[in-house]
C-alpha cells in the first residue's frame, strides 16, 4: 500500500488548508485499514499525532487542533482528509499520513504493515 499526500500550502494565520491522503494497493491484493492518521513534525521537533480516523468513523485530536482541525475519512476511496481552520504559525510542519493496514493472503493468514505518505508542507504566516 502506498500513501499520496496532498493539499499542504502557504497560508495566512487564520486561514485554511484542506489536506487529502489516498491509499492505493497492488493490484490484487486485498487489504483493509483499520485507522488513518495525520502527524505533523516542526524544525527541531518530534513527529506528533494530530488526528486519527477509524474505519468505523472514531476519530481522535490532539489538544492543540481541536475545535480547529477536522478528520474524515472516505472508506470507499481509501481516502483521509484533514480539514485545518484558524490555522495558526504554531501549525506550520510537515504533514505526514499514516495507515496500519492488514494484507489478506490466499493461504488465510493476516500480515500487518505500516505506510507513511511522502509528507506535505504546511506553513502559516503571521
Known amino acids: 500500500v502506498q500513501l499520496q499526500a496532498s493539499g499542504g500550502g502557504l497560508v495566512q494565520a487564520g486561514g485554511s488548508l484542506r489536506l487529502s491522503c489516498a491509499a492505493s494497493g497492488s493490484s490484487g491484493i486485498t487489504f483493509s485499514i483499520p485507522v488513518m492518521s495525520w502527524y505533523r513534525q516542526a524544525p527541531g521537533k518530534l513527529r506528533e499525532l494530530v488526528a486519527d480516523a477509524s474505519s468505523g468513523g472514531s476519530t481522535h485530536y490532539a489538544a492543540s487542533v481541536k475545535g480547529r482541525f477536522t478528520i474524515s475519512r472516505d472508506n470507499a476511496k481509501n481516502t483521509v482528509y484533514l480539514q485545518m481552520n484558524s490555522l495558526k504559525p504554531e501549525d506550520t510542519a510537515v504533514y505526514y499520513c499514516?495507515?496500519?493496514?492488514?494484507?489478506?493472503?490466499?493461504?488465510?493468514?493476516?500480515?500487518?504493515?505500516?505506510?507513511w505518505g511522502q509528507g506535505t508542507q504546511v506553513t502559516v504566516s503571521s
Open positions: 499514516n495507515a496500519p493496514y492488514n494484507v489478506y493472503r490466499d493461504d488465510g493468514t493476516i500480515v500487518a504493515y505500516n505506510a
